[in-house]
T-cell receptor
Framework: AQKVTQAQTEISVVEKEDVTLDCVYETRDTTYYLFWYKQPPSGELVFLIRRNSFDEQNEISGRYSWNFQKSTSSFNFTITASQVVDSAVYFCALSEAHGIYAGNMLTFGGGTRLMVKP | DTGVSQNPRHKITKRGQNVTFRCDPISEHNRLYWYRQTLGQGPEFLTYFQNEAQLEKSRLLSDRFSAERPKGSFSTLEIQRTEQGDSAMYLC?????????????FGQGTRLTVV
C-alpha cells in the first residue's frame, strides 16, 4: 500500500522568509512518481512538479526547489523568499509508474497549510 | 479550452436526497478521475475512466455512488440517499494521451453539504 505523510499541518512565516515543506512517502513499488500540488482558496489543485523515482537530481524553478532523497523516502519542497501569494495548502502525492494508472491515480498526503504574512 | 469544468460548484441537500455532479474534462482528454476531499484532508481517489470505460473503483465508492462517462466525454457522479458523511469536496481531474508524460488537471470541485 502507498502512503504519504506531511507532518506539518500548518506553517506560518513572514514574507521573504524561506520555508520548507516536508513530505515522507511509503511504497513497495521500485518505480513511482512523486508530485507537489498547490491548492489556493479557490479550491483548484494546481500542479507544481512531477518527479520520477529514477531521477534523484534536485530541481529548481524560480523561487521553488525540490529535494528528493530516495534513501530517506522524502521529497521536500522549499519556497525561497516567500510571498503572500504563496499562501495556500500544499499537497505531496505519489503514484505508480507502470500500467494504466501510471502517473495519474494519486495517493495524497494530508497537506500543509502555508500562511505567509506581510 | 478553459480547463476542467465542474458543476455545480456548491450543493446543499437534505439527508436522503439524491444528487448528481457533472465534470467536463479538457477536450480530447481520454482519462478522467474523481476524487473526494474532506475538510482538512488530502484528496482520496474514487474512480477512474479511460474513455467511456470505468477501469477502477475505490472501496470508498459504496453502492450508493455511481459514476458514468457516456461517449467518453463528460462524466457524472451520482450519490443516492445522501448521508451527512458524504459532505465533502468532489474533485474531477483529466489527463490526455497514452503515456505518462501528461499530468492530471483538476477542476475547482463541487462542494457538497448534506444537512
Amino acid at each position: 500500500a502507498q502512503k504519504v505523510t506531511q507532518a506539518q499541518t500548518e506553517i506560518s512565516v513572514v514574507e521573504k522568509e524561506d520555508v520548507t515543506l516536508d513530505c515522507v512517502y511509503e511504497t513497495r513499488d521500485t518505480t513511482y512518481y512523486l508530485f507537489w500540488y498547490k491548492q489556493p482558496p479557490s479550491g483548484e489543485l494546481v500542479f507544481l512538479i512531477r518527479r520520477n523515482s529514477f531521477d534523484e537530481q534536485n530541481e529548481i524553478s524560480g523561487r521553488y526547489s525540490w529535494n528528493f532523497q530516495k534513501s530517506t523516502s522524502s521529497f521536500n519542497f522549499t519556497i525561497t523568499a516567500s510571498q503572500v501569494v504563496d499562501s495556500a495548502v500544499y499537497f505531496c502525492a505519489l503514484s505508480e509508474a507502470h500500467g494504466i494508472y501510471a502517473g495519474n491515480m494519486l495517493t495524497f498526503g494530508g497537506g500543509t497549510r502555508l500562511m505567509v504574512k506581510p | 479550452d478553459t480547463g476542467v469544468s465542474q458543476n455545480p460548484r456548491h450543493k446543499i441537500t437534505k439527508r436522503g436526497q439524491n444528487v448528481t455532479f457533472r465534470c467536463d474534462p479538457i477536450s480530447e482528454h481520454n482519462r478522467l478521475y474523481w476524487y473526494r476531499q474532506t475538510l482538512g484532508q488530502g484528496p482520496e481517489f474514487l474512480t477512474y475512466f479511460q474513455n467511456e470505460a470505468q477501469l477502477e473503483k475505490s472501496r470508498l465508492l459504496s453502492d450508493r455512488f455511481s459514476a458514468e462517462r457516456p461517449k467518453g466525454s463528460f462524466s457524472t457522479l451520482e450519490i443516492q440517499r445522501t448521508e451527512q458523511g458524504d459532505s465533502a469536496m468532489y474533485l474531477c481531474a483529466s489527463s490526455g494521451g497514452t503515456g505518462v508524460n501528461t499530468e492530471a488537471f483538476f477542476g475547482q470541485g463541487t462542494r457538497l453539504t448534506v444537512v
